[in-house]
């Protein structure tokens, strides 16, 4: 059956500027790290790209090593891209990234500029593009000089192979240099992709080499946040509070970073079971809130989900229905997370 998008896409979305860019992007984003790669059902993964598509996301977020094995996600987004897709490039915004382990050897991960530039024309060949929108280098590398792994970024983008930079899981310090570079080199940084939830803080603490938080830095830098995991992997939902369903990321036993077991102890549960009951009552599931929660915040561009069904994804776009709390629900979820 040949794909024709649903005509109403861009009213059922809300758009948020990317820092201080040309580029709006979706309030939530869909991204491939999980449920792409080989053990997955390919019309399950077609289906949720549809869904995406049909209800306003222009973003799809892909790396070099999501799978798995590393690689398949960006082909098998080839393969949905090639068939269903094609007409619709120029109303998409793709991504992918390169910093982890690819390939062995001295040149196959980090931030080398032979790494970064070699990676991303493997990535093209993967997926069947001529270019994608963004490229990232996707952690800080402490041994190549940050001029080294932004000059790369910088070369990419001159060369047409990215359209625009970015950044992800760079520290509030690396990542002002790097803006730095970027916008010396005339390459100015679009986006900083860090992980962020009710449950994972880190953008907010202040980081002492300059005296700022993440969300300070990129906010003053005219840069754009897109944030990852704001579902925690699943654990900000209401998933594992009876158990460990066997078709859930944590039952399914995945590699590579995907939420174990033992990221599901007592405390945490008993939390989410707390925020469940006031989801409950803003009328919202506890992934809408979880999501809800990051969109209160203007200086939040998008929220980067995964999800494993058309389903999950359709209830995750309505959290934009509702992002406004009162100072009490806001009060009494931090109290909740002490
Ligand atoms: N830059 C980086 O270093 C980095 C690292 C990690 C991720 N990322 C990016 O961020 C994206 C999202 O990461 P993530 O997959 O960890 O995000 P997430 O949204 O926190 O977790 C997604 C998982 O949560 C569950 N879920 C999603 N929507 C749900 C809903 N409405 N109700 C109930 N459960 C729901 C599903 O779990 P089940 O599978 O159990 O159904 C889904 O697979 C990745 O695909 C990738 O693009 C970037």
């Given at each position: 059956m040949s794909y024709t998008a649903a005509a109403d896409r861009y009213s059922k979305m809300q758009y948020r500027r990317s820092g201080k860019s040309g580029i709006m992007l979706p309030a939530i984003s869909l991204g491939l790290w999980q449920n792409f790669g080989e053990p997955d059902d390919m019309n399950v993964f077609r289906q949720t790209l549809h869904t995406a598509f049909d209800n306003g996301i222009t973003h799809f977020d892909l790396a070099n090593n999501y799978g798995p094995p590393a690689g398949e996600a960006e082909i098998n987004f080839g393969k949905v891209f090639k068939q269903d897709f094609t007409a619709y490039r120029d109303e998409m915004l793709i991504s992918t990234k390169a910093g982890y382990y690819m390939w062995p050897g001295p040149y196959g991960e980090w931030g080398s500029k032979k790494y970064l530039v070699s990676s991303l024309d493997q990535s093209l060949k993967r997926m069947g593009l001529e270019y994608v929108d963004i490229f990232y280098h996707h952690r800080p590398d402490p041994n190549t000089p940050l001029e080294e792994s932004m000059a790369a970024l910088d070369l990419i983008v001159r060369q047409g192979k990215a359209l625009y930079a970015g950044i992800s899981n760079y520290p509030a310090d690396k990542a002002a240099a790097a803006f730095k570079i970027l916008q010396q080199l005339g390459t100015p940084c679009l986006i900083h992709q860090p992980k962020y939830s009710m449950l994972e803080r880190w953008v907010e603490k202040k980081n002492d080499a300059v005296n700022k938080n993440l969300l300070e830095v990129v906010d003053e830098s005219g840069v754009g946040c897109i944030v990852f995991s704001p579902l925690a992997q699943g654990l900000l939902t209401?998933?594992?509070?009876?158990?460990?369903?066997?078709?859930?990321?944590?039952?399914?036993?995945?590699?590579?970073?995907?939420?174990?077991?033992?990221?599901?102890?007592?405390?945490?549960?008993h939390k989410v079971a707390a925020l469940n009951e006031l989801a409950k009552k803003r009328n919202q599931t506890m992934a809408q809130m979880a999501i809800a929660w990051l969109l209160k915040d203007q200086r939040i561009t998008s929220v980067l989900v995964g999800a494993s069904s058309s389903a999950q994804l359709l209830n995750s776009i309505a959290a934009v229905n509702n992002i406004d709390f009162t100072a009490e629900e806001l009060y009494a979820i931090e109290e909740i997370l002490k």
């Open positions: 209401d998933k594992y509070l009876k158990g460990i369903p066997a078709d859930s990321r944590v039952g399914r036993k995945l590699p590579n970073g995907a939420l174990t077991e033992n990221g599901l102890n007592e405390s945490v549960l």
